[in-house]
Each structure stands twice: as C-alpha cells, then as structure tokens.
Nanobody, 122 residues
Framework: VQLQAFGGGLVQAGGSLRLSCAASGSTFSSYLMGWIRQAPGKEREFVAAVRYGGISYYADSVKGRFTISRDNAKRAVYLQMNSLKPEDTAVYYC?????????????????WGQGTLVTVSS
C-alpha cells in the first residue's frame, strides 16, 4: 500500500482544515487507516484511525474536534479538523496497519507515507 497525504496548510487558531490521503494497492480493504502526527522536537503520536466498516478511534486530545472517515471505493481517508489549536501544529502522516495497537502506538506501522504540514497560528 502506498500512501500520500495532502491538504495541510496555515490556519488560524479556531479554524478548520481537511486532510486527505490517497491509497494505492489492492489490499486497501484489509487495513485500518489512521493519522499520525509529529510536532517539531516531539515524538510521533496517534491522532485517529478508522476500520474498513467505519468504527473509529481518536486520541483524547482531538476527540470532539477531529473526524476521521474513509471512502473505500475511492481508496481515500480523510481527517476533518475543526477548532484547531496551536498545539495541533505538526506534520500529519497517513498510516495503514492491520493492528489498531500499532497505529495507536505509532510504532512498527505496516505502511505510512509522506506527510503534510499543518501550522496553526495563535
């Protein structure tokens, strides 16, 4: 599975952005899809994940503000980010894995692609 994330940019605090991830490969349906982020000088951290059937998972820090979704027909995953805060500033990566534990630990991931930078100004 090859992944490409896009949609990042500069936004003011309180604003919104929608990230998209395009996936290629015939086994897209086999994987949980997720978003991981890494802020400058910090470790990667889990943001959100979604199963093929639509069950979703969120980090506590984004619950209620971010929404993950996937379009299986288009092999795409989205992250709608609302009420953005300066601490959401990071490079956001799209990830694919068969294990929710690995996505939530942001470690040992099966696949993850080039990220997209999100900058939230105060």
């Amino acid at each position: 599975v090859q992944l490409q994330a896009f949609g990042g940019g500069l936004v003011q605090a309180g604003g919104s952005l929608r990230l998209s991830c395009a996936a290629s490969g015939s086994t897209f349906s086999s994987y949980l899809m997720g978003w991981i982020r890494q802020a400058p000088g910090k470790e990667r951290e889990f943001v959100a994940a979604v199963r093929y059937g639509g069950i979703s998972y969120y980090a506590d820090s984004v619950k209620g503000r971010f929404t993950i979704s996937r379009d299986n027909a288009k092999r795409a995953v989205y992250l709608q980010m609302n009420s953005l805060k300066p601490e959401d500033t990071a490079v956001y990566y799209c990830a694919a894995d068969s294990s929710i534990a690995r996505i939530q630990s942001s470690s040992g991931l099966d696949y993850w692609g080039q990220g997209t930078l999100v900058t939230v100004s105060s």
